[in-house]
């Protein structure tokens, strides 16, 4: 059974920072990634890596500010978000590739930055 738990969201103000976790497990996935969506907009891409930790993607607007990683021992992918800003304010969800063949997602977390 594929499980995808995330954590680490909460309320911090502009300039802050958070953590978030995505514990993944039941599957082999090609790559980890996190989502956002805001009140009244669509999902939108903030980053990704692949499995073994070589290459990372990131959307423009994080680009510096946030960070990806993973801990393989750990079966877990983090997101480091730094120099937060009031526009970042979104549910964040974990999302795992499995090759190209499926697709999962987390519950996802709240990320409230206040200005």
């Known amino acids: 059974q594929v499980q995808l738990v995330e954590s680490g969201g909460g309320l911090v103000q502009a300039g802050g920072s958070l953590r978030l976790s995505c514990a993944a497990s039941?599957?082999?996935?090609?790559?980890v990634g996190w989502y956002c969506q805001a009140p009244g907009k669509e999902r939108e891409f903030v980053a990704a890596?692949?499995?073994?930790?070589?290459?990372?993607y990131y959307a423009d607007s994080v680009k510096g500010r946030f960070t990806i990683f993973r801990d393989n021992a750990k079966n877990t992918v983090y997101l480091q978000m730094n120099s937060l800003k009031p526009e970042d304010t979104a549910i964040y969800y974990c999302?795992?590739?499995?090759?190209?063949?499926?697709?999962?997602w987390g519950q996802g977390t709240q990320v409230t930055v206040s200005s």
């Open positions: 039941g599957r082999t996935f090609s790559s």
């Open positions: 890596i692949d499995w073994r930790g070589i290459t990372e």
């Open positions: 999302n795992a590739d499995s090759f190209g063949k499926e697709n999962y």
